[in-house]
């Protein structure tokens, strides 16, 4: 009994001794980093070579401008008609975006700036005017405050558009290059004419692990 004592007692020994060298790994219950507001006109934290919200409200603005000088778009009277949405600006480039970032900062910003000079068409807002309309001509509701017209809007010219990308890869380093060109293009609605054209573009290189929803 005593000798079995004696052969145990060291191994009892060195599987304490095993136990307690083993790493120690506890969950990581940290707090995560606090959220922190960033302004959508410079380079936040999170960078990569796809279309940014700076770069998003450069072109905007940018557009914006260019049309309001334009005599044909904002020196007419009446008032043009125009359709600003996302229905003819397509997107054939390698980034992610939606373009209705785009197109509705364009709208907003150029209907706050026009002031009167351009009329702009909800197309987009269509079927909410239908049902209204209905509603109204059923005697359901009362006509309203405004007016009784035949019709909805009709358009005098309309955006189109299209955001097209160039890709390049050094497989040495990793390191991705991205050239973009966004295309703005006002069409119009009878003739079928652009009667202004705008262009935004720029190009980015970074080793790319960003990835973009």
């Known amino acids: 009994m005593k000798i079995l004592t004696l052969i145990t007692t060291p ?11 083993a790493p120690y790994n506890p969950a990581n219950n940290t707090a995560g980093r606090a959220t922190v507001y ?19 409200a450069s072109m905007t603005d940018k557009m914006m401008r260019d049309m309001l000088a334009n005599p044909i778009l904002a020196g ?9 949405d996302s229905e ?8 992610r975006i939606n373009k209705n970032l785009i197109t509705d900062r364009l709208r907003i910003d150029l209907n706050r700036a026009a002031n009167g000079r351009m009329v702009f068409v909800g197309r987009h807002f269509s079927d909410m005017v239908a049902k209204e309309r209905d509603l109204k001509r059923s005697g359901m509701v009362d006509g309203g405050t405004i007016r009784s017209t035949a019709a909805q809007a009709g358009g005098d010219f309309r955006l189109g558009g299209r955001i097209a990308s160039l890709d390049a890869l050094d497989p040495n ?28 573009e720029m190009k980015k290189s970074a080793q790319n692990d960003i990835i973009y929803r």
């Open 11 to 21: 191994l009892a020994i060195l599987a304490m001794a095993g136990c307690a060298s």
């Open 38 to 56: 960033e302004d959508v006109r410079s380079s936040g934290r999170v960078q990569g070579i796809g279309i940014e919200s700076q770069d998003i």
């Open 76 to 84: 007419r009277s009446p008032s043009p008609r125009i359709i600003v």
């Open 88 to 95: 003819y600006f397509r997107n054939e480039s390698s980034s």
């Open 173 to 200: 380093s990793g390191t991705q290059s991205r050239w973009q060109q966004i295309t703005f293009e006002m069409v119009d609605l009878e003739l079928g004419t652009i009667v202004w054209s705008g262009i935004y």
